[in-house]
């Protein structure tokens, strides 16, 4: 209702406070059942990413573009901005920030805020937006101008560093990102293996059969397996609760050993691992993401 009213209201459109006639008209609206489109690819390295980009289809920008209406088709129109004052209980604003940042927070398992907290952190924020953070958004989007047009050199970005109340400001050449190796293979931080979850037949991949799968796909011997601070698997683990392990689905160690069931909207963990090579030797590898739905 906050962001039906706050958008009524950049439009110059009378709202409603009229709680009961909303939720009347929200029992009545038909709404779609989500389906993910099918085909759709992530892109997990650059030459990915570019080859995506120059793959980009002209003629449905220009399809698209065609339909928005033009200025003679709107006369009068006109936006107005909404100066944000979250001391009136009247106009919406906080409603807004108060439900938006919950929903938020129950997507990422975050502790509500009430309404008296939310107002405390919006009275902090307003001065920041005002200063850093507007200097910070300006200099982070002229970055992405540089991501856009395909800049390709390191010495082509640059790192900011600012302290308004002095002021400074130093720009620097920013650091690529340490690379590492096992075998031939060269990876830096924003490298990851991927790993699906889900098998063939339907059924999950075990313990045992990731542990297999790296030997045999990359030739490396898990020795611990960790989700965060939760140790799901480790070569020095008993016996018998290493037995025991090895036949459970992936998912299911997670969740005993964090106590916690996973929520419907977890898509993928997040494991490291430590492994030996096939000498035997210690090596360092990416992180892996292990897909389960």
């Not at 129109?77 to 979250?86: C, D, S």
């Amino acid at each position: 209702m906050a962001a039906a009213n706050l958008f009524a209201q950049t439009y110059g459109l009378m709202g409603s406070q009229d709680r009961a006639a909303v939720a009347i008209l929200l029992q009545s609206m038909d709404i779609p059942e989500f389906a993910p489109k099918s085909g759709v690819r992530i892109h997990i390295s650059d030459r990915e990413l570019q080859n995506a980009s120059a793959s980009v289809d002209d003629s449905r920008l220009q399809e698209l573009k065609a339909m928005l209406p033009s200025p003679e088709k709107l006369p009068g129109f006109k936006m107005y901005p909404i100066n944000f004052e979250k001391d009136d209980n009247t106009n919406f604003h906080m409603d807004f920030i108060v439900a938006a940042s919950n929903l938020r927070a129950e997507n990422y398992n975050i502790p509500p805020a009430d309404r008296h907290k939310s107002k405390l952190i919006a009275g902090k924020i307003i001065p920041a937006i005002a200063t850093t953070t507007a200097a910070i958004v300006g200099l982070v989007c002229l970055e992405l101008y540089k991501v856009v047009q395909g800049h390709r050199q390191l010495e082509s970005y640059k790192n900011s560093f600012m302290n308004l109340a002095l002021p400074f400001f130093s720009f620097s050449e920013p650091l690529a990102p340490p690379r590492h190796q096992y075998y031939n293979q060269e990876w830096t931080l924003w490298d990851r293996f991927e790993v699906q979850g889900l098998q063939p037949n339907g059924e999950e991949m075990t313990l045992k059969q990731f542990l297999d799968y790296f030997k045999t796909e990359h030739k490396l011997e898990i020795t611990m397996l960790s989700r965060g601070v939760s140790m799901l698997y480790s070569f020095f683990m008993p016996a018998t609760k290493l037995q025991e392990r090895l036949d459970q689905p992936m998912t299911e160690i997670v969740s005993h050993v964090s106590k916690r069931k996973l929520g419907h909207h977890v898509r993928a963990l997040v494991l490291e691992l430590c492994c030996n090579d096939d000498t035997g030797e210690d090596v360092e590898v990416p992180y892996v993401r292990y897909t389960i739905r």
